[in-house]
T-cell receptor, first 116, second 111 residues
Framework: DTGVSQDPRHKITKRGQNVTFRCDPI?????LYWYRQTLGQGPEFLTY????????KSRLLSDRFSAERPKGSFSTLEIQRTEQGDSAMYLC??????????????FGEGSRLTVL | GNSVTQMEGPVTLSEEAFLTINCTYT??????LFWYVQYPGEGLQLLLK?????DKGSNKGFEATYRKETTSFHLEKGSVQVSDSAVYFC??????????FGSGTRLQVQP
């Protein structure tokens, strides 16, 4: 399978705990995006990387959130001191850049976070 | 920045009915326009796109025409099937930042 993969698919945690999600993009894609989607809403942009550089962060990304893409391949999204309001589906997507960038994003199936 | 207004759902139709889901957008420059679909339990996937004014994107019997004068990209299908039940998202793309999605329109098709 050469699509975008995310792990874990579902995480249940207690308020105050830290959680980390991993995303493996399509191998030849050098752009990687994180979105958050709550029930009944569209995906909200969190941040994106081109290779290992984090080029943009949304104001939604509070200081409890940190994303990395150290080698320009997989990425992690960590949420520290989770709150119930963090419960959502965290979506990862990838795309090529340069002349291959048509704007189309390729999404993984998401990681669902439930904070108790 | 970009923004999208989609008609609220759910839209409930009988099989073989005609579908229209309205989408209007605001964007700087000349965006490409996308419709994404999210089937139950699956990730978002591109349904169709149009890259310039008057272009018509089409896929799986769905169509949408890029109307620059009305800043709209309405999604249509002549005869829906139960398998089309999903959430549909409109999204403009200007190349400077990530896609901005609308809130989505849930379509429920009844047999």
């Amino acid at each position: 399978d050469t699509g975008v993969s995310q792990d874990p698919r579902h995480k249940i945690t207690k308020r105050g705990q830290n959680v980390t999600f991993r995303c493996d993009p399509i191998s030849e894609h050098n752009r990687l995006y994180w979105y958050r989607q709550t029930l009944g809403q569209g995906p909200e942009f969190l941040t994106y990387f081109q290779n290992e550089a984090q080029l943009e962060k949304s104001r939604l990304l509070s200081d409890r959130f940190s994303a990395e893409r150290p080698k320009g391949s997989f990425s992690t999204l960590e949420i520290q001191r989770t709150e119930q309001g963090d419960s959502a589906m965290y979506l990862c997507a990838s795309s090529p850049s340069g002349s291959g960038d048509t704007g189309e994003l390729f999404f993984g199936e998401g990681s669902r976070l439930t904070v108790l | 920045g970009n923004s999208v207004t989609q008609m609220e759902g759910p839209v409930t139709l009988s099989e073989e009915a005609f579908l229209t889901i309205n989408c209007t957008y605001t964007a700087t420059g000349y965006p490409s326009l996308f419709w994404y679909v999210q089937y139950p339990g699956e990730g978002l996937q591109l349904l169709l796109k149009a890259t310039k004014a008057d272009d018509k994107g089409s896929n799986k019997g769905f169509e949408a025409t890029y109307r620059k004068e009305t800043t709209s990209f309405h999604l249509e299908k002549g005869s829906v099937q139960v398998s089309d039940s999903a959430v549909y998202f409109c999204a403009p793309f200007t190349g400077r930042r990530a896609l901005t999605f609308g809130s989505g329109t849930r379509l429920q098709v009844q047999p």
